[in-house]
């Protein structure tokens, strides 16, 4: 029997729940985007330079043009001024971006802070570096940090904390005073800070996005990763990319020739000629707080509960009203019976939680969000066992 270097076999909750919305037919609040349509400028310049002849593979660090839009966005956004020829690269995707910076910065023995709920995989990559996850639970109700909590969780065997914001799957932001514990924190140290912030374009009501890139002390030991995914409906494209510092891309840049070599050329090169025409993010956020909006307003009167999500394209339910179940058993339970699929808050926690959640997804058309919502308000009472 061959054995691998995963520490579990259990498989991804994204993946088994994808699956289980096709074998039940049901509908389908697991993955983004279903069905809405990327725009048909940037599907007729990827037709372009594929006909044009860029085919081949592109330069590790990826195509330079596309290197040069994303650092003028960036730089304009959090007052940098990265370059593009050695701060930032290319990659597939930011799971690929997430994946290859643990593997070129965590060795065996080395501890990286977690703060959950987190994406399952990061711990899986840690430990298969040989690393250690230390986890720090996010505060109920608020989900805020315990940053006296981290201070003590840190010792000399710490070497990256891995921050996710905006945070998925709670919607929440890092504050001002987030980053001034963290600057006050890893001052003086040589962690370098992993920050997610695929969504920092996606916030809602007001809220103020801020990249860990725009605080100096934080920018020289932090490495950003992010996509234009979400914003134009390209998740499947597998682009996106990360950012940081010479000193550290230079270390990255090492591991990705070996774990990315070559992401998709031709839609490098169209991606690039769409964001030097100017896209209107403001309008794409606007776009996604109205389905947002929308789906709350379908689920009125429902026994869901919800605080609505601050970021992200992603909303938390809780079911404690309708069921004393196990997250795990409620999703399988309304995927196979009621036919909506979606995931388990457990998939966000290492270890076992009372907490009755779920995560949807609300980037679908309408007509798949009418279809949900109705599902969802009208299970029956013989579905339900909360226990009176």
Known sequence: MTVTKLPTTKKNAFISMMEIAEEYKATNLVDPMAGLPCPDELINLVDKYMRAGNNDFSPIEGVGSLREQIVSIFNRKNSTELQAETDLTITAGPAQAMSTAITTFIKEGDEVILFEPVQESYAQLIEMTGGRPIYINLKHPEYRIDWDEVKKTVTTKTKMIVIN???????????????????????????????????????????????????????????????????????GWGIGYIAGPEKLMAEYRKTQQYQGLSVNTPAQYALAEFLKQGQDFKEINAFYQKKRDYFIELLSGSKFELIPTKSTIYQLLDYSKISDEPDTEFVMKLAKDYKVATIPFSAFQHEKTKMQMIRVCFAKTDELLEEAAYRLKNIPESFRNKSM
């Open 165 to 235: 914001n905006p945070q998925n799957p709670m919607g929440q932001i890092f504050s001002p005073e987030d980053f001034d514990q963290l600057k006050r924190m890893t001052n003086g140290t040589r962690l370098v800070i992993l920050s997610n912030e695929t969504f920092g374009d996606i916030v809602y009501n007001g809220n103020h996005f801020i990249s860990v890139a725009s605080i100096p002390d934080l920018a020289v030991k932090s490495l950003v990763v992010s996509s234009f995914g979400a914003m134009f409906n390209i998740n």
